[in-house]
C-alpha cells in the first residue's frame, strides 16, 4: 500500500518536473511532439529534474548518517566543516585554474577535489574536537569549522575575480546547469554510498545505545566512524561539486521521516535518502515555476519547505 | 569450585589523574551472581567497566576466561569478546525512535558481525524471543524507548544483554527503576543465567537485591574491603562499616536482609 | 539636467546638490578626491582630474595610473577609517552604499552620484564636473562621448541591425535585460535583446528560456565561454553551433558595466561584436515576441 503510493507520487513529481518550462508547465507529452520542445525536454528538463532527486538523496543520506554517527539532531554536512571545506576548494579550484568548463572530465575532476575538501573539513573538525568522542566539543568545532572556512571562501572570492564569478550560483545552490553528465557521477555516487552505508546500519541502530554499548558489542568503532565519515564526505563532496551549497537538506529530511517511526537505520538511510531526493527536486520545480522565466536559487526554497514542514512537525508532536 | 571465567589481578583504574579503582582481586565464576555494593563514588562502575575491557587497566590486568584482554584488541577477538561477555551500563539512552524489539535485536551484533546487510537469522530470532520473555516484555515488544516507562525500559536493556547469550554478564545498576514485582524477577532472571553457567556480576544499589545473590564484594573509595559468600557474617560487618552503620544485615523469615537504622 | 545653483569659479566656493539630494558645499575645488565608484573615477579622470585622485575602491581599474593608488575596499565594505585618513575634501561614491552618512558625520564632505543607466550618465559627469570646480570641462567631454557613440553606431552594419542577442554576466545564469546599461547600448546599436525588460537588469533565468528564445548572438566573459557550450542543451543552439558567441576579457566586460566616460568604449565593444557574428537579417530571428 505505501509502495504504491510511493510510486504514484514519484510520478506525479516525474510529470511536474518534466513539464515545467520556462514559460510554466506544459504536459510533456505534448512537448514531446514538437522536436524543438522534445530536444530540451530531453536535454535539460529531464536531466535536471533527475539531478535535483539525485543531490537531495545524497544530501539526505549523508544528513542521516551524519546524524546517526554523532547521535545528534542537529548533525549535518553543513555542520561539520564537510560542505565548507568542499566549498573552499572549489573556490580555489576556480581562482586558480579559472573556468573548467561543464564537461564530464571536468566535473569528475571537480568532484575529487571536492571530496578532499570534505574530508578536510572533517578531519579538521576531528582535530579541533580532539576526536569524536565528545558529541559536544564535536559539533562546537564542526560549527567553528564551517564558519571559518566559509569565510576564507568568501574573502577567496573577493581576491579572485575568477572564483567570485563562478561562486555566485554556487552559494545558494544551483540546479539549473544539471546535464546527464552530472546525472551519471551523482548516481554512481548514491549507488556507491547508499549500500555501503546500509552495511553499516547495525552500527549506527548500536550507536544510538551509546558508544561503550556499541564497544561492548563488538564494533572496532574507530574503523566504523572512519567508514561512517568516509560516507558523509563523499555525498556532501559530490552534491556540493554539481550544485553547490545546498543548506538544510541534510538536515530536515533524516528529521521529516522520524516520524514515519522509522527508527532502524535500515529503513531510515533509504526513507532520509528520497525524501531528500523529494524535497529537492520539489525545491527545484518551483524555483522554475514561481516567477518564469526567472529561478530563484534552489537552497532558498529548501530552506523555506523544510523549515516549515518541520515547524508544522513540531507543533504537532506533543514532545 | 566451578570455572573462573572472568578474573582480576591487582586491578587499578585511573580517570584522569584520579584512581578510581585500586589493586582489586576478584574473580567471577561460571554458575555463580556476584553483587557489587558500597556507597556512592565506591568506584563501582569503573570497576565493571574495567572489568567489561571498556577502560584500560592503569596496573595489574583482567583476564577473560584465561585470555588477557587487552585495550586496543584486534578485530577478531573483539566479536569473540562481546560474543562471550556482555555489558550493560548505566543511565542508558531514553530518547530514541528504536523500538523495544530492536534494541533487543542488538545483542545479537557480536553474532551477526557489525558489517553487513541487517537481517536475523533463527538463532537470532529463537534468542529474541526468549530475552524479551525472560523480561516479560513479550507484549511491549513494538512500543518505542521514548513511549516507555523507566523500569520497562530498564527491562529493554536488560533484555538485550540477555539476547547475547554470553557466558559472563556484567550489569551495572540493572534494579533501577525498577518495582517490587520486577525487582523479584531480576532476581530470578540473574538466578536462572546463573543457573544456566554463567558468570553474572552486577552493581547493585538495592541491599535486600544484593543480599539474595550467591557472593558479595563490599566495595569503597575504591577497593575491595570485602569479598564472600552472602551469607558470610565478615561480608556483613563489611557492608555495615562502609554505609556507615545506617544499615543493619538481619535474617528475617530466614533470608538476610538489610534494616535501616535511622 | 544642468545643475543651476553653481558658482563657476574655478577658485572659488563651489555648491551641488548631490543625487540624494543633500546640497555639497566645497570652500575651494577639490584637491585630495577619494573615489569609491570605479565609473565615478573614471568620470574625474576623464574630466582631467586625475591627479587629485588620492584613493580609490579595489575595482578602480582605469585608467592605468589609477591602479597604483591606495585602494580602500570594496563598494560595500570601505574602510572608513583609512577613508579619514587620507584627509580628503571630496568623497564620491554611489547612492547604494551605505557609508554616505558615516562619513559626513565624521566631518568629510561627501556626494552620492547614482549612474546605473544611460540616460543618467550626462548628469553624473556635470556633476563631477561641478564638483571639481570645472563646469565646462563636462560638455567637451560629452560631445566626445557622442560623436564615439556615433560611430559605434556607424560600425554596425545594416544586416546586423535587429539581431536578437543574449548577454550573460555570470554563469548561474545571470542574463543582462533590455533595461540594463549594456541593454540600453545594444539598443542604441539598433540590435536587440532577448531577455526584455520587463525581468529586471539582471535576472537569473532558467536556462531552458534562453534555449527557447534561440538568440542570433552570445555576449559573455571569456571565463564562460567554455562551459557554456556545454550546457546541457545549448550545444543545439545556432548560435554556439555556427560560433557566434562574442568571448569578452575582462577588460571589456568591465567597461560594459560601467556607465560613464566610456560609453563610446563600451557601444564600440558591441558593435565589434555585432559585425563580426553578424548574420543577415533574413536568416535570423528578431527579437521574440512575448
Known sequence: ?319 | MSAVMLQARGLSVARGTATVVRDVHLAARAGEWLAIVGPNGAGKSSLLRALAGLWPAASGDVRLCGERMSPGPSRGSLGLRARQLAWMGQGLASEEALSVDEVVALGRLPHQGWWGWPSRSANDRAAIEQALQDTDLLALRQRTLQALSGGERQRAHLARVLATQASVLLLDEPSAHLDAPHQRLLAQVLRTQAQRGCAVVSVVHELPLALAADRIAVMQSGTLLACGDAGEPAVHRAIETVFAQAVRIVLVEGRWTALPCY | MLVSAVFAAQAGPITVVDDGGTTVALQASPQRIVSLLPSLTESVCALGGCARLVATDRWSNWPARVAALPKLGGLEDAHVERIVAMRPDLVLLAPASRLGGRLRSLGLPVAELDATELGQVRRVLEKVAALMGEPQAAGAQWQRMQAELRAAREAVPERARGTAVYVEVSSAPYAASESSYIGELLAQLGAGNVVPAALGPFPKLNPEFVVRARPALIVVSADDRQSLTQRPGWAALTAVRQGRICALPPADMDVLSRPGPRVGQAAMVLARCLREHAVPVAEAPAAPAR
Not at chain 1, 19 to 27: T, V
Not at chain 1, 62 to 69: E, K, N, R
Not at chain 1, 87 to 103: E, F, K, T, Y
Open chain 1, 1 to 319: 500500500m505505501l509502495s504504491a503510493l510511493v510510486v504514484v507520487l514519484a510520478l506525479v513529481l516525474c510529470t511536474w518536473g518534466l513539464g515545467m518550462g520556462a514559460d510554466g508547465w506544459q504536459a510533456p507529452w505534448q512537448a514531446w511532439v514538437d522536436p524543438g520542445q522534445r530536444a530540451i525536454l530531453l536535454d535539460i528538463r529531464a536531466p535536471r529534474t533527475l539531478g535535483a532527486f539525485l543531490v537531495g538523496a545524497l544530501l539526505g543520506l549523508g544528513g542521516a548518517v551524519a546524524q546517526g554517527l554523532f547521535r545528534n539532531p542537529l548533525a549535518e554536512p553543513h555542520l561539520l566543516g564537510s560542505a565548507s571545506g568542499a566549498g573552499l576548494i572549489m573556490a580555489l579550484a576556480w581562482s586558480v585554474g579559472g573556468a573548467w568548463g561543464g564537461g564530464l572530465l571536468a566535473r569528475l575532476g571537480l568532484t575529487v577535489l571536492a571530496f578532499v575538501g570534505a574530508v578536510g573539513g572533517v578531519v579538521l573538525t576531528l582535530l579541533l574536537a580532539r576526536g569524536a568522542a565528545h558529541t559536544l566539543r564535536l559539533l562546537l568545532a564542526g560549527v567553528v569549522v564551517g564558519v571559518v572556512l566559509g569565510a576564507l571562501t568568501q574573502w577567496l572570492m573577493l581576491w579572485s575575480a575568477e572564483a567570485w564569478r563562478a561562486m555566485q550560483a554556487f552559494m545558494l545552490g544551483n540546479t539549473a546547469l544539471l546535464g546527464w553528465d552530472a546525472c551519471a557521477l551523482l548516481g554512481a555516487m548514491w549507488l556507491l554510498t547508499l549500500p555501503l552505508a546500509l552495511a553499516m546500519s547495525r552500527v549506527l541502530d548500536a550507536l544510538a545505545l551509546g558508544e561503550d554499548t556499541t564497544r561492548s558489542l563488538g564494533v572496532p568503532l574507530g574503523l566504523a566512524r572512519g567508514v561512517l565519515v568516509a560516507v558523509l564526505a563523499a555525498t556532501t563532496a559530490a552534491a556540493v561539486a554539481q550544485a553547490g551549497l545546498v543548506a538544510f537538506v541534510g538536515l530536515v529530511a533524516p528529521h521529516l521521516v522520524r516520524g514515519w517511526g522509522a527508527g532502524r537505520h535500515r529503513v531510515r538511510l533509504w526513507a532520509a535518502s528520497a525524501m531528500g531526493g523529494a524535497l529537492m527536486l520539489v525545491s527545484d520545480v518551483l524555483a522554475r515555476s514561481l516567477l518564469p522565466p526567472q529561478e530563484l536559487p534552489v537552497g532558498v526554497l529548501t530552506a523555506v519547505l523544510g523549515g516549515v514542514y518541520l515547524l508544522v512537525l513540531l507543533h504537532r508532536r506533543p514532545t
